[in-house]
């Protein structure tokens, strides 16, 4: 047998012995996949790095619309209270009986900077696989969603009043 047809065979066999070892692992359900017991180091680290290329790669092409319309981040406010604010908090609302029983945690939207408009459309879009973020695409057209990305942008600097008064407006 020559050099190329050995190293094949050993890869061959490699990869066999772990696709084996994959369904083996996966059919023992020795891995706990409950919401209340944390993923090891390892894959938590693969789930994030996946969930990071995997949103980058798709909403690097999403062209935003004005995010600095007053009237686009109202109805933002008031699809995040109906909608969002459970997982996510908003400001002076910081813990929810929802979001205690979630994992991975939501981020609390209410603290972060949400400057990668593009990012924060596909996510809301699209939602995230095993996490407890919904796809509202399927319920929500694309200009209510650019309405939530507008709200979320000026979300962090808000005081808990203004985020009350915006989440209570109604327009005409």
Same mark, same amino acid.
């Given at each position: 047998?020559?050099?190329?047809? &050995?190293?094949?065979?050993?890869?061959? !066999?490699?990869?066999?012995?772990?696709?084996?070892?994959?369904?083996?692992? =996966?059919?023992?359900? #020795?891995?706990? #996949?409950?919401?209340?017991?944390?993923?090891?180091?390892?894959?938590?680290? #693969? #789930?994030?790095?996946? %969930?990071?290329?995997?949103? !980058?790669? %798709? *909403? %690097?092409?999403?062209?935003?619309?004005? /995010?600095?319309?007053?009237?686009?981040?109202?109805?933002? !406010?008031?699809?995040?209270? *109906?909608?969002?604010?459970?997982?996510?908090?908003?400001?002076?609302?910081?813990?929810?009986? =929802?979001? !205690?029983?979630?994992?991975?945690?939501?981020?609390?939207? *209410?603290?972060?900077?949400?400057?990668?408009?593009?990012?924060?459309?596909?996510?809301? &879009?699209?939602?995230? &696989? $095993?996490?407890?973020?919904?796809?509202?695409?399927?319920?929500?057209?694309?200009?209510?969603?650019?309405?939530?990305?507008?709200?979320? %942008?000026? $979300?962090?600097? $808000?005081?808990?009043?203004?985020?009350?008064? /915006?989440?209570?407006?109604?327009?005409?």
């Amino acid at each position: 047998m020559n050099e190329v047809a &050995k190293i094949s065979l050993i890869i061959a !066999a490699t990869l066999a012995a772990v696709a084996i070892g994959g369904i083996a692992f =996966v059919g023992s359900g #020795i891995y706990n #996949i409950g919401a209340d017991d944390h993923h090891t180091k390892i894959v938590l680290s #693969i #789930i994030e790095q996946l %969930r990071e290329r995997s949103i !980058a790669v %798709r *909403a %690097r092409a999403i062209d935003p619309p004005n /995010l600095e319309d007053p009237t686009r981040i109202a109805v933002g !406010a008031e699809h995040y209270a *109906a909608l969002c604010v459970g997982c996510h908090l908003a400001p002076g609302v910081t813990k929810s009986d =929802v979001r !205690a029983g979630l994992y991975p945690h939501p981020p609390n939207l *209410a603290q972060e900077d949400t400057h990668d408009a593009q990012r924060a459309f596909w996510t809301i &879009k699209h939602g995230i &696989k $095993m996490s407890a973020m919904p796809a509202w695409g399927k319920t929500l057209d694309d200009a209510a969603i650019w309405d939530l990305v507008a709200f979320l %942008r000026q $979300m962090p600097a $808000m005081t808990p009043e203004t985020y009350q008064q /915006l989440s209570k407006h109604r327009s005409g």
